[in-house]
């Protein structure tokens, strides 16, 4: 049913970048991604439950960019789930709880994982050694459809973390992304190597402290009227 109905709206819906640009209700979204990334996340308090995550961001602010996160090899690709990354800068000003809610991104740089597919090396080097590697993402996943094999997003947003030591990932599910995107994980973080590493600001990563964050339905009995209607 779906696809019918789309064809015909999308063909009478096509606007150039002219016209969006003028358009009163904002763009669309998607325009301005000037990041793909791939890396990798796991659900905050299961390290096991491996995610591989495609971003395509866009610059926001000087201490923002916005990704969505669709997941890896489906095609259509699936709307996984969403990431905010914002600089150490910006990190410093939250308090310690909001904090807990982001993981840093220096070794998901140096171990090789975080990745821009078909960017030249000397490009990869400056965005991740002079831009990303100070910074601090948080995501929330909301269709684990890789894990869960569903084609129904089913039940609430997760929280992930990023990985931030060797070990933490099964080998096989980095092999499996390097055959899919062409690349050598291994070669990548040996040409990050001389990346200097800014040191990881207290309250990210909190799964380190032992805290398990995930969310939940508040289910609350309350009346259903709406006091503002009279
Ligand atoms: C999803 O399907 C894959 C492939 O058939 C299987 O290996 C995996 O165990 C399934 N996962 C779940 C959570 O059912
Ligand atoms: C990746 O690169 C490393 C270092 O050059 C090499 O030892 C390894 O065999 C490569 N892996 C693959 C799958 O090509
Ligand atoms: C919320 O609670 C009510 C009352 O216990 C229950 O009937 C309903 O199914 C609950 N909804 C969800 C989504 O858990």
């Not at 064809?7 to 793909?36: C, D, I, K, Q, R």
């Not at 998901?108 to 994982?113: H, K």
Request: charged share 15%; aromatic share 12%.
């Amino acid at each position: 049913m779906f696809p019918q109905i789309f064809s015909v709206a999308l063909a009478a819906s096509l606007l150039s970048p002219v016209v969006l640009a003028t358009l009163p209700f904002g763009h669309y979204g998607g325009e301005g991604t000037v990041l793909f990334l791939n890396g990798f996340h796991f659900v905050s308090g299961h390290s096991d439950w491996e995610i591989s995550a495609n971003h395509h961001c866009v610059i926001l602010s000087e201490d923002m960019l916005q990704c969505a996160v669709y997941n890896t090899a489906t095609t259509p690709a699936r709307l996984a789930g969403i990431e905010y990354i914002i600089t150490t800068k910006a990190f410093e000003t939250l308090d310690f709880e909001e904090r807990q809610l982001w993981h840093s991104h220096v070794y998901e740089i140096t171990s090789g994982y975080l990745i821009e597919p078909n960017l030249p090396a000397s490009v990869d080097h400056t965005i991740m050694g002079d831009v990303l590697i100070g910074t601090y993402g948080k995501t929330f996943h909301t269709w684990r459809y890789d894990q869960q094999n569903s084609s129904i997003p089913m039940g609430v947003p997760e929280l992930v973390m990023g990985y931030t030591g060797d070990d933490q990932i099964t080998p096989d599910f980095v092999t499996k992304r390097d055959e899919l995107f062409g690349v050598n994980t291994t070669e990548i973080r040996e040409s990050r190597a001389d990346i200097q590493v800014p040191p990881v600001l207290e309250g990210a990563d909190s799964w380190k402290y032992g805290f398990v964050l995930s969310l939940g339905l508040v289910n609350e009995t309350t009346s259903t009227d709406f006091p503002l209607v009279k």
